[in-house]
């Protein structure tokens, strides 16, 4: 490779670290062990398997048998949600709480459920990409079996007032989940402070491995299962357990929750540096509340543009971003959560996410800002759109 690769897609996914690379290997190797087992072998991995979920309890501040390990975020979410639902069916409750800015995992599972008799209510996240407390507390009814809303979104960085939303569910009873895949390992997440019935968490989105994460569940509320088959997990996922895995997530979020003041604060430096960077170009926008964000999240938005073709010209140039989320990349519809916060089509079709990691230095962010200029001149040169907005044809939606 003769050019360097400047990486800025960390929500989409994170390069594994080497703490979490040489966690993993000698449950790739030597210990092999199925946990089940009895003997030696078995037993060993089953001591590990029991270490990292003790790891992982402790950074999210619950009990170890309130952690059962999945294959991810996606599958996590799907769990807690449908779990929720068809037990709060049973009693008769069958309306949900939710917002319009969730990731597919919680939207489509949503989705799904409407088809089986389910009333959604999806509240609105206003223009600054934050739903209120007190929107979640109207939205709440007697027949409300669930509520589940983002901790902090995977475009757009914002994040919700989760211990609020988590105390009016307490209050009211109503079951509590929050996808804090973009999260944890990021912000603070504490499920006892933050009143959390059920999270999800995914290893690869803080330089763990994928095809693992965590479901946390509140000891005392029913869980379904959500793949069936044998005992692990303590009867409520099926399937051997994926041992290495489990290991290297713990390794990985024992060390992004060990250095992350340190790194928020040096994120936050890099990202508000890119973020006046990239706003002096003319007609652009910032996504997202500016300070209730991730610390690594950039969103913006370029009047006259189109989210691909900066992607694509960014890339020549060795630099890694997004137009939104991953899942949406292979579709034309724009993202549902730039729709959500009140953009139109064109303005939505013409953004920018660059999601940063503590690996990331100052001359990357300032080859950044050199590079994003010089590529939005060269997509508004090709484009009518910018044109009619030029001669006044269009108004512009964004100020100069
Ligand atoms: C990445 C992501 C997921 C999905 O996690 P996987 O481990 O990839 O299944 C779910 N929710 C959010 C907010 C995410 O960013």
Not at 52 to 74: H, M, Q, V, W
Not at 177 to 199: C, F, S
Not at 227 to 244: C, H, L, P, V
Not at 372 to 396: A, C, N, Y
């Amino acid at each position: 490779m003769t050019k360097k690769t400047i990486y800025v897609d960390n929500a989409a996914t994170t390069a594994m670290s080497d703490i979490a690379i040489s966690a993993m290997t000698p449950y790739l190797k030597e210990v092999y062990g199925n946990p089940s087992s009895l003997h030696t072998v078995g037993q060993i991995a089953k001591e590990a398997l029991d270490g990292a979920r003790a790891k992982i309890a402790k950074c999210l501040n619950c009990d170890p048998k309130e952690i059962y390990f999945t294959s991810g975020g996606s599958e996590a979410d799907n769990q807690a949600i449908r779990s929720a639902a068809v037990n709060g069916a049973k009693k008769g409750k069958k309306h949900i709480v939710s917002t319009a800015f969730e990731h597919h995992a919680v939207l489509h599972t949503l989705k799904k459920l409407e088809k089986e008799g389910f009333e959604v209510t999806y509240l609105d996240v206003h223009a600054n990409g934050i739903v209120t407390a007190d929107e979640v507390a109207s939205a709440i009814r007697p027949d409300t079996a669930l509520v589940t809303v983002m901790y902090a979104n995977n475009e757009i960085g914002t994040i919700q007032p989760i211990s609020e939303i988590g105390a009016v569910c307490k209050q009211k009873g109503v079951v509590f989940h929050t996808d804090a895949v973009q999260a944890v390992g990021h912000i603070p997440v504490d499920v006892k402070a933050d009143n959390i019935d059920m999270l999800s968490v995914s290893a690869h989105k803080f330089h763990g491995p994928k095809g693992v994460g965590v479901l946390y569940c509140r000891r005392g509320l029913p869980l379904n299962t959500f793949i069936d088959g044998g005992m692990q997990e303590r009867g409520k996922r099926a399937g051997t357990e994926n041992i290495a895995g489990a290991v290297s997530m713990a390794a990985a979020l024992e060390y992004a929750c060990e250095n992350m003041q340190k790194n928020s604060k040096k994120l936050i430096k890099l990202r508000d540096r890119l973020i006046d960077g990239l706003l002096k170009i003319p007609y652009s926008r910032l996504n997202g509340d500016k300070t209730k964000r991730l610390p690594n999240n950039v969103n913006i938005s370029f009047e006259g543009t189109e989210g691909e073709s900066l992607l694509l010209l960014l890339d020549a140039k060795g630099i890694c971003a997004s137009s939104g989320s991953a899942c949406t990349t292979a579709s034309l519809e724009p993202s549902h959560v730039l729709l959500s916060i009140g953009l139109p089509h064109e303005i939505a079709h013409g953004s920018l996410r660059l999601t940063l990691s503590a690996e990331n230095t100052e001359d990357e962010i300032d080859y950044i800002i050199k590079e994003v200029p010089e590529v939005v001149d060269r997509v508004r040169g090709i484009s009518s759109f910018w044109d009619d907005l030029q001669s006044g044809k269009i108004k512009h939606f964004i100020e100069k």
